[in-house]
């Protein structure tokens, strides 16, 4: 007995210390990024963009090819993590990118773009995607690097190095990666994203410039407090820029209901999912619009596998517009989530 007790004791002592310097490992490892990083852009085209012409942008975020509409997840209050095996994550992947060469949009914002990962078998997905459309400038910005998330813990979800991805046909002169503000208090924060957008300064041909944002706001904070914080942090710096003529447009996944829509349109059996909030009123800054398709749910919750008229759906993806901006048009496209638990969304717009 007396030897089992101190085989007992040693055992505790050894899970305690390797705990520990995980928690060490992970914590000195976390990914702190400044405020505001400078990306390049590759293959960088001369297009000009111009006045009164139309031009589309393509909202989409993949899910990083893995939360196709047989895949529950673990946050959503499903069990999986990952995508359910290689072939199904390169399955996802090529849907993504024929539609997108189907489509032939000016711009893409995407989000939840995979290059090195565990969950998705460590595609990189940001290399593909750029070889598929090679008529294409690319700006890719990280949002989500972790040496190792150790949950669900069945089956973790492992090393993740993840982000946002823009696509232009048109020249690029600037990217900027601005970090959002607000965070988790610790340990939570160092296994969670973090948060940012893309700015790319897009020229236009009577010398101003269009600001395009490609965003993704935090989705699992309780009471939606950080997300708040981070739209103040947006509204302020979009406003800021509408403030010396320039056009913008923010568009992405906003992880908040968006203005026009109302998740009650679309049958479900699911009720309300903890982590989705309507956006505040007092958010949409003064002469700003929102091209949003109410018609056709972006995003569906995760709780188990995609299911018509029982997964709890909304429209959470789209985009805000500045008033020197005509919205021509605004389609969400629905592909019943057979390949993301997203929807993509495209807008229609001139330069006025």
Known sequence: MKILGTAIAFFIIILFLSLGGFMAYMTLTDYEPAEVEALPTENNSRGTLAINTSFSIVTFNIGYCGLDKEQD??????????????????????AVYDYLRQE???????????????????????????????????????????????????KPMGQVNSGLLTFSRFNITGSN??????????????????????????????????????????AFDEGGKIRKIQLEYLK???????????????????NHVLPGSDPASFEASESWPFWLEYLPEDFTPEGFQWAGDETVPTVRNLADKYQEKINFTAVIDGFL???NIKILDVKGEQLFFENSDHNPVTGLFILE
């Open 177 to 218: 990666r601005y970090r959002y503000p607000g965070e988790e208090n610790w340990p939570r924060r160092i296994f969670e994203l973090d948060r940012c957008f893309i700015e790319n300064r897009i020229p236009i041909e009577n010398g101003r410039e269009l600001v395009l944002i490609n965003s993704h706001l935090s």
């Open 104 to 154: 032939k949009p000016d711009f893409i914002l995407m989000q939840e773009v995979d290059v090195d990962s565990t969950r998705s078998f460590h595609i990189n997905q940001y290399q593909s995607l750029t070889k598929e459309l090679p008529e294409y400038n690319s700006v890719f910005g990280l949002n989500y690097k972790v040496a190792w998330v150790p949950i669900p813990f069945r």
């Open 236 to 254: 302020g710096h979009i406003t800021a820029e509408a403030g010396k003529g320039n056009y913008i447009i923010a568009g992405g996944d906003w």
């Open 73 to 94: 997840f673990f946050m959503d209050g499903g069990i999986q993590s990952r995508s359910s095996s290689k072939e199904q994550t390169l399955t996802n992947l090529k």
């Open 321 to 323: 517009v500045s008033d």
